[in-house]
Structures are given as C-alpha cells and as structure tokens.
C-alpha cells in the first residue's frame, strides 16, 4: 500500500459526474471592459463592466430616477454632481465619455467637455464632476 492511493469508496458507476459544457468565454467572445473610477479625495474604488452605455450620477428617489452608478453616498450634491451627470459608453474599440449637459459640467484632464459631445478615455485620465474628482482606470480591455 505504500506509494498507492487510498480508495474513499467512490463508486464508478456514478452518473452525476461533470459534464463539459462550452461558455461563450470558451468561443473566444471579448470580455467586457472592466472600469474603475476612483474617488480621488475619497479613496474609494467604483469597478464595473462596460457592455453598453453606464449614466454617473446621483438617485432621486422623489422621481424614481436612479442611474447606473449612484454617487450619492459619496457627497455627490454638495460637491455639484447632476443626477444623469455623465455617461460612459463604447465607441467602437474604445470607451468614451459624454457629459449629459450637467448643471455644473466636466472636465477631462483639466479641459471642458463641451455637453453631448463623445471624448475617448484613457487609462488614468482625470475626470472632474462638478468639484468631484474621479480617476479613471482601464482594468480590462478586450481588444488587447
């Protein structure tokens, strides 16, 4: 017995054994792109897939309004943050912002979006959200 697996019983007649099944990952489909914004002033790390369109923002129950991403918690009002501040979105092989005419506007690496306008994002660029900083981070991108 030195040397050999010890037998646990198992009965090799089992039927309920793994069967292989093929997931789209497996077919070679591109991942998402995986985002991080990080809440500069508050060290605090939003990470999220990006399939199709995302609005940044804050809630407003009153309305029934609630984007995609709440910034609520994160003192968006007082720090100028519209409710459909912002959206993030694919262009293409590429992630592009559009400010969604907000209240207090953005900034993209210290330079003014002008509203509904599409700006490609990169990795590390700086938004700024009314007075809300956010970095951006470019986790995953499928097509590398």
Same mark, same amino acid.
């Given at each position: 017995?030195?040397?050999?697996?010890?037998?646990?019983?198992?009965?090799?007649?089992?039927?309920?054994?793994?069967?292989?099944?093929?997931?789209?990952?497996?077919?070679?489909?591109?991942?998402?792109?995986?985002?991080?914004?990080?809440?500069?002033?508050?060290? %605090?790390?939003?990470?999220?897939?990006?399939? @199709? #369109?995302?609005?940044? &923002?804050?809630?407003?129950?009153?309305?029934?309004? !609630? =984007?995609?991403?709440?910034?609520?918690?994160?003192?968006?009002?007082?720090?100028?943050?519209?409710?459909?501040?912002?959206?993030?979105?694919?262009?293409?092989?590429?992630?592009? %912002?559009?400010?969604?005419?907000?209240?207090? @506007? #953005?900034?993209?690496? &210290?330079?003014?979006?002008?509203?509904?306008?599409? !700006? =490609?994002?990169?990795?590390?660029?700086?938004?700024?959200?009314?007075?809300?900083?956010?970095?951006?981070?470019?986790?995953?991108?499928?097509?590398?």
């Amino acid at each position: 017995m030195v040397g050999q697996t010890r037998k646990l019983g198992r009965d090799s007649t089992r039927t309920d054994t793994a069967v292989p099944s093929i997931k789209t990952i497996d077919l070679g489909m591109p991942r998402p792109w995986r985002i991080a914004l990080r809440l500069n002033q508050l060290g %605090v790390q939003l990470i999220f897939d990006l399939e @199709g #369109t995302v609005v940044v &923002g804050r809630a407003h129950p009153e309305s029934g309004f !609630y =984007p995609d991403i709440d910034l609520g918690a994160f003192q968006a009002e007082e720090q100028g943050v519209s409710r459909e501040h912002l959206s993030l979105r694919l262009d293409g092989e590429r992630v592009v %912002v559009v400010d969604n005419h907000s209240a207090n @506007g #953005t900034k993209l690496n &210290g330079e003014w979006l002008k509203p509904g306008e599409p !700006y =490609p994002l990169r990795n590390g660029d700086q938004l700024v959200l009314g007075l809300m900083q956010i970095q951006i981070e470019l986790l995953t991108n499928p097509y590398n």
